[in-house]
């Protein structure tokens, strides 16, 4: 969704400037009105290029760590009966994260000026996403903030710990990647070269596997600089038309799903991100679309968010929410079944958290299944593969042994 830029002025005719996201710039504007009480001055389209060119390492960020620690805090000093204002100026001075400090003490300036929690929260959504700002809305007119603060905690440290769970498990296939991408170019640029020059000067023969080696040697020597060139347009390319185009971000999203192994995990892990949201949402009193709408964001796939976007529009028309999500094939059919027995009794909520954790337990064992399966299959095809260069390396050896021989 693009980032749209805007500058307004507060009730003490302050200048705020902050971003938000939306579908376009009308809704960019509606959004800034509706939410704060701020007077709009200008809204305009952030460049799409500064964000494809802006690392992340160059510039602050909060970590899901550091939101979590946030609200417990607040959460705990809430309780205490510390005020809100109070409570956040206490956390703005002691928080040792530079951005996250500076984003919390603007939050504690706009609150103290009696713009809404919820709405201040709203002007930094890269750190608080829609859920978090739905569930402190809802918290606000129920009166119960440090009650949602502990319930928004225990969901943030849930996702963080799933999150940690399936990075822990590429890990080791990506070390395995690079490393034998690693060893498989230094022997072709360095090692290979200069044995090739040695062969040559003894008049040896080249071994067919040797000058395919040789061939894909020089290749890569030559052709460096235009490789990485090539890698970097291809990359600036890929998060261009990622981020500009739905249809592409449908179909790579689609993509990592099927993907052998791997994609069961992202597609296991999405299943779980919105039964755990969308209960928690009913929980807190939102209604069935509001939950659904927030509940596909927390999905984050792209083709599975257009599915379910068809399943909201079913349950908008009066379908219940098994029908419509059956109807889209998004999940598999034993929980169509689940969710159907959760409406029919009325305990939709308390079915949704014991689907998922059932489903947790079977992300633990694919996540188990393919750490067995894929450190043997990535052991062997490292194996074939320096296998293959050491023997064409090493094979002219034996033709310069006969060679002396013969001489």
């Known amino acids: 969704m693009p980032e749209y830029r805007y500058k307004a002025r507060d009730k ?51 970590a899901p760590r550091d939101l979590i620690l946030f609200t417990n805090q607040l959460k705990t ?27 919390i003490a603007k939050i504690c300036t706009e609150v103290g000026a009696g713009t809404k929690f919820s709405a201040a929260l709203a002007k930094f959504p890269a750190t608080f996403n829609k859920e978090y700002l739905q569930l402190i809305s809802v918290a606000e007119a129920s009166g119960n903030l440090d009650k949602m603060l502990a319930t928004i905690s225990k969901n943030l440290e849930e996702s963080y710990f799933l999150k940690k769970k399936i990075s822990s498990a590429m890990a080791y296939p990506e070390f395995a990647l690079f490393i034998v991408f690693a060893v498989t170019i230094f022997m072709l640029t360095a090692i290979l070269p200069k044995m090739v020059i040695m062969y040559n000067a003894s008049g040896t023969a080249l071994p067919t596997p040797t000058l395919i080696l040789l061939k894909i040697s020089g290749f890569l020597t030559h052709n460096a600089f235009l490789l990485l060139a090539l890698v970097g347009v291809s990359f600036i390319t890929f998060k261009f038309a990622y981020s500009k185009s739905l249809a592409f971000r449908i179909f790579i999203d689609k993509v990592k799903t099927k993907i052998p192994l791997i994609g069961k995990i992202s597609y296991m892990s999405s299943i779980i991100k919105f039964l755990e949201t969308f209960s928690l949402l009913q929980k807190s009193g939102l209604s069935i679309i509001p939950s659904l709408e ?10 599975l968010e257009e599915k379910m976007r068809v399943a909201i529009g079913l349950v908008g028309e009066g379908k219940t929410v098994s029908y419509a999500i059956e109807m889209q094939r998004i999940f598999p059919e034993l929980l169509y079944k689940i969710i159907a027995i959760g409406e029919n009794s009325g305990k939709l909520t308390e079915v949704m958290d014991k689907t998922s954790e059932f ?5 633990d064992d694919a996540i188990k299944t393919m750490t067995a399966q894929i450190e ?32």
């Open 376 to 407: 043997p299959a990535l052991t062997v095809v490292l194996g074939i593969l320096v296998g293959f260069i050491a023997i064409a390396m090493y094979m002219p050896m034996f033709n310069m042994a006969k060679v002396w021989r013969k001489q």
């Open 77 to 103: 000093l809430i309780e205490a009966g510390l005020p809100l204002v109070e409570a956040l100026s206490f956390l703005a001075k002691n928080l040792t994260n530079k951005t996250f400090k500076a984003i």
């Open 12 to 62: 003490k005719g302050l200048l705020v400037t902050a971003s938000v996201f939306a579908i376009d710039l009308e809704a960019a504007r509606k959004q800034v009105s509706e939410t704060t009480e701020l007077f709009v001055l200008e809204v305009y389209k952030k460049s799409s290029f500064a964000g494809i060119f802006a690392l992340t390492f160059f510039k602050g960020r909060v």
């Open 359 to 363: 489903w947790k337990n079977e992300l």
């Open 294 to 303: 927030l509940a596909k964001a927390a999905i984050q796939n792209c083709w």
